[in-house]
Antibody, heavy 117, light 108 residues
Framework: QVQLQESGPGLVKPSETLSLTCTVSGVSISSYYWSWIRQPPGKGLEWIAYISYSGRTNYNPSLKSRVTISVDTSKNQFSLKLNSVTVADTAVYFC???????????WGQGTLVTVSS | SYVLTQPPSVSVAPGKTARITCGGNNIGSNDVHWYQQRPGQAPVLVIYYDSDRPSGIPERFSGSRSGNMATLTIDRVEAGDEADYYCQVWDSSSDHGAFGGGTKLTVL
């Protein structure tokens, strides 16, 4: 079955770069689009970005200047980098598969990233 | 940016019907999807393409869309349905995803 697993540091200092990787199993990453979504503590979901198997990307306009999403098909992984982080970037970060209906049909369990000095 | 409006909270007694709405100016031109998120867990897709159910989702969950409003309906509500619910569209004009603010469903 399709599984996604986020990995990366749980603590990042202000002004530094947040880096996360999503490892996909059960399906080839080359067959779908993939997204990152985050959720600040006690708040709602925020879509961050998507990437296609061919490397096509798009970003949330509110984060576009600080975000990069990339894919490594050889490892069946995709990644997120968010630079110049502040405490406002503290959130649970989820990776998800974009389904044919342009929904998010499979999700990782999420990883909490705290921005603090 | 695309704005989807949901009521912050909905309360319903066990066995009754819960309806959660999702409004947006251009929602009529986009498919609406719904997610259930229990505390400490990742969201789970419960409705896609406005009204289709993924396998494993009970028939008690249904969706509809009319004009600029989509509705998630949960019949015969159970205690286990208590969760946050989010609507989502893919904004075709800007090619990005968008979520509603979420609705906390409380089972009385």
């Amino acid at each position: 079955q399709v599984q996604l697993q986020e990995s990366g540091p749980g603590l990042v200092k202000p002004s530094e770069t947040l880096s996360l990787t999503c490892t996909v199993s059960g399906v080839s990453i080359s067959s779908y689009y993939w997204s990152w979504i985050r959720q600040p503590p006690g708040k709602g979901l925020e879509w961050i970005a998507y990437i296609s198997y061919s490397g096509r990307t798009n970003y949330n306009p509110s984060l576009k200047s600080r975000v990069t999403i990339s894919v490594d098909t050889s490892k069946n992984q995709f990644s997120l980098k968010l630079n110049s982080v502040t405490v406002a970037d503290t959130a649970v970060y989820f990776c998800a598969r974009v389904g044919t209906p342009l929904d998010f049909d499979y999700w990782g369990q999420g990883t909490l990233v705290t921005v603090s000095s | 940016s695309y704005v989807l409006t949901q009521p912050p909270s909905v309360s319903v007694a066990p066995g009754k019907t819960a309806r959660i709405t999702c409004g947006g100016n251009n929602i009529g031109s986009n498919d609406v999807h719904w997610y259930q998120q229990r505390p400490g867990q990742a969201p789970v897709l419960v409705i896609y393409y406005d009204s289709d159910r993924p396998s494993g989702i009970p028939e008690r969950f249904s969706g509809s869309r009319s004009g600029n409003m989509a509705t998630l309906t949960i019949d015969r509500v159970e205690a286990g349905d208590e969760a946050d619910y989010y609507c989502q569209v893919w904004d075709s004009s800007s090619d990005h995803g968008a979520f509603g603010g979420g609705t906390k469903l409380t089972v009385l």
